[in-house]
DNA sequence: TCTTCCATGTCGAGG
DNA sequence: CCTCGACGTGGAAGA
């Protein structure tokens, strides 16, 4: 049985289902009116309302409502779940210590209680980080410019650590700074950093480049850039190529993405695709 | 009815529960074993494996495996919901435009699908944030240091808004810079930018001092708050006041905490209050 | 452990 | 919309 789910059950019986599945290392849900206090980094309090409760066997838990993406409340990893029964109600309580930190949810009243055998080996592959970029920078180097040569990565400065340092053509030392969004001021700030710490490393009569790499720029950075003597260049972190650009600083690229409708039609199976929109 | 369940359905009737909740805007979970493509702002493929899947009216869209906090896959508010059957699998396909992103999640084998009615009206109260901590210094200015006199909130300056800016008992202007957690040598960067921007407005010959305020701060911020001749002061964001700390860096404060076992026991209800360790 | 920094960050406020 | 900064950020890699 992958899936074991008790349905409006009274508060004991969902204790007994619970704790089994402590025991045994499952993920379960709850979801029923509940009400939850946090105290820890911060403190909160939220009132009653109906909320789905996953709690997973590697310790963590989230309360999520029918709204947003993060819970409404949770706790990382590494805690200890536990359940009981006071004054008619069902308490979840969940408590890890470093930094010391409680949860505790109260349901008045359980709607549904699942317990799921999760088999789940794969990892997920994921492209398109600053990683990534790295990666195409080093092996391409002149994707970044004619000339340029990585010398170090994760070179150490005074002001942290400089993402690739390198000599230009004619071996004037490089800062290169990467991003795999678009950049505003803050990264032209981190970039000015490395590039005075390394002024004040090398001498002041010796010149230092600063290039800031990102598929796009906002204005403001733009200019103070501009201010601070600093190169911007525009590459994708995905494909190490320059972005498409449309006319200005729009980057809505309206490139007609029409896959998925081909033939597979002669399938054995019914087909059915209709929609309802969901985002009211 | 609150909560509508399919156990084991076929991937028809999954479908034809799926759509109308999307169509009544409600919530929905599906666990079974299935794949997931992602392709937006970066690109990742998931292999088979059992996960829950919690699709949400606002449009946001989590796939969870049986680890971590962050769901595996997800797709933030403001998704349109889509689900078909196609080869043999129950297709789930969360999309939006700006930036151009899909989410396919193909279950081969659905063994729950659920469909919640939430009614969820209170809201968060949360203390401890950055906010609560200027509020503490605004209403007693002298927490941060006898004679301190906030001017002003959010400040603007060429770096940017500046939490408090105030005089000192002595009406040399103060920079002060908030955090509601221990900060690291970014956080004197940034107050050094705004102490900097000052300077140039106010010429160079007036003092300006500059101040970093939160519950604690990390040896390198130390040496270069000194470096730069920037000052700290330690307070919690939650009580105002200064931290407790012990002898050293250590910030593992040991206040014993035994509440919830007062009285109480003489409830009309049976207590029950076993315990289950669920950090394998 | 503690520190540092990236992230498909998410989220909210303000222009 | 875009832009900016806080977050109980979470998570991983390095010291």
Redesign the interface.
């Given at each position: 049985m992958?899936?074991n789910?008790l349905?409006r059950p009274t508060h004991?019986d969902a204790?007994v289902h619970l704790?089994s599945a402590?025991?045994d290392?499952?993920?379960c849900?709850v979801?029923g009116?509940c009400?939850v206090e946090y105290d820890g980094?911060?403190?909160?309090?939220?009132?009653?309302?109906?909320?789905?409760v996953?709690?997973?066997?590697?310790?963590?838990i989230?309360v999520?409502?029918?709204?947003?993406?993060t819970?409404?409340?949770?706790?990382?990893?590494?805690?200890?779940?536990?359940?009981?029964?006071?004054?008619?109600r069902l308490r979840i309580r969940s408590t890890r210590s470093?930094?010391?930190e409680r949860l505790d949810v109260h349901f008045e009243r359980v709607?549904?209680c699942?317990v799921?055998?999760?088999?789940?080996?794969?990892?997920?592959?994921?492209?398109?980080?600053e990683e990534d970029l790295r990666q195409h920078i080093l092996a391409n180097p002149s994707i970044l410019e004619a000339g340029f040569e990585p010398l170090e990565t994760e070179r150490q400065s005074d002001?942290?650590p400089i993402d690739i340092f390198g000599e230009d053509a004619d071996g004037v030392p490089v800062v290169v700074e990467l991003k795999?969004?678009r950049v505003g001021?803050s990264a032209a700030?981190q970039l000015r950093?490395y590039v005075d710490a390394l002024h004040r490393e090398f001498g002041d009569d010796e010149r230092v480049r600063g290039v800031l790499v990102a598929p796009s720029v906002t204005e403001r950075a733009t200019s103070l850039l501009e201010r601070e003597g600093l190169e911007f260049v525009a590459l994708d972190p995905?494909t190490g190529e320059p972005p498409v650009e449309d006319d200005e600083g729009n980057e809505?690229d309206a490139a007609d993405?029409n896959d998925e409708n081909d033939a597979?039609e002669g399938?054995?199976?019914?087909?059915?695709?209709?929609?309802?929109?969901?985002?009211?």
């Open positions: 992958t899936v789910t349905h004991r204790l704790e402590f025991e290392g499952e993920m849900t979801f009116r009400t980094r911060a403190t909160s309090e939220l009132g009653p309302g109906d909320r789905l996953i709690l997973k066997p590697d310790g963590s989230l999520h409502t029918d709204e947003k993406r819970p409404v409340n949770w706790q990382p990893p590494g805690c200890t779940h536990s359940a009981s029964v006071r004054d008619g470093n930094p010391d709607d549904q699942s799921y055998r999760v088999n789940d080996r794969s990892d997920l592959e994921l492209t398109g980080s002001a942290g795999r969004r001021p700030s950093r995905e809505n993405e597979g399938g054995e199976d019914g087909e059915s695709d209709e929609k309802a929109a969901s985002d009211a």
